[in-house]
T-cell receptor, first 114, second 118 residues
Framework: DAGVIQSPRHEVTEMGQEVTLRCKPI?????LFWYRQTMMRGLELLIY????????DSGMPEDRFSAKMPNASFSTLKIQPSEPRDSAVYFC????????????FGEGSRLTVL | AQTVTQSQPEMSVQEAETVTLSCTYD???????LFWYKQPPSRQMILVIR??????QNATENRFSVNFQKAAKSFSLKISDSQLGDAAMYFC???????????????FGQGTILTVHP
């Protein structure tokens, strides 16, 4: 299996622009997670889905952030408008009922907002 | 809410020596998983070892082993015969098992940076 695939790997944008991060989970996995990693706050859960349905979005910082999972093989995290404080590494992860609780992570998308 | 605490921001070890990374957690659940993930400079999150709460036996994976103290809510990672490639950020993490396939979210500690000296 190809693992969790995220794109882009790196994104540099200017404040106010819209940013869309993409994730393809491992086939057959029914949970999908979006995490954000910064030096100050560590790894924070933003939102997670089960069977394409958002279960907990309490970690989404504010209305500028939105996430969707239109089908079992694709999810997006959108920031509009972006701000410099959104600069971070964004990880997508997925898990399966047969993986004994393990999360499989993508390589992350490093976002820099100037 | 579950919390995970790693009290050692940084640790160092000489190559071939043994090092132990500490982790404590807080939960009212009885059925859960604990993990140690490794994040090298490449930033890829890699599972090192997993412990199921209902198993009393400590998990072991080659040079990596844990000391799981359920009553004390402690979950330390021991790395034996340390190698240069072990240098990374290590995260302790908790995930409840709500029964069947309902796992919920993974909660991470703050991380410990491990340096390995040649």
């Amino acid at each position: 299996d190809a693992g969790v695939i995220q794109s882009p790997r790196h994104e540099v944008t200017e404040m106010g622009q819209e940013v869309t991060l993409r994730c393809k989970p491992i086939s057959g996995h029914d949970y999908l997670f979006w995490y954000r990693q910064t030096m100050m706050r560590g790894l924070e859960l933003l939102i997670y889905f089960n069977n394409n349905v958002p279960i907990d979005d309490s970690g989404m910082p504010e209305d500028r952030f939105s996430a969707k999972m239109p089908n079992a093989s694709f999810s997006t995290l959108k920031i509009q408008p972006s701000e410099p404080r959104d600069s971070a590494v964004y990880f997508c992860a997925s898990s399966s009922p047969w993986a004994s609780g393990e999360l499989f992570f993508g390589e992350g998308s490093r976002l820099t907002v100037l | 809410a579950q919390t995970v605490t790693q009290s050692q921001p940084e640790m160092s070890v000489q190559e071939a020596e043994t090092v132990t990374l500490s982790c404590t957690y807080d939960t009212s659940e009885s059925d859960y998983y604990l993990f140690w993930y490794k994040q090298p400079p490449s930033r890829q999150m890699i599972l090192v070892i997993r412990q199921e709460a209902y198993k009393q036996q400590n998990a072991t994976e080659n040079r990596f082993s844990v000391n799981f103290q359920k009553a004390a809510k402690s979950f330390s990672l021991k790395i034996s015969d340390s190698q240069l490639g072990d240098a990374a950020m290590y995260f302790c993490a908790y995930r409840r098992n709500a029964g069947g396939t309902s796992y919920g979210k993974l909660t991470f500690g703050q991380g410990t940076i491990l340096t390995v000296h040649p």
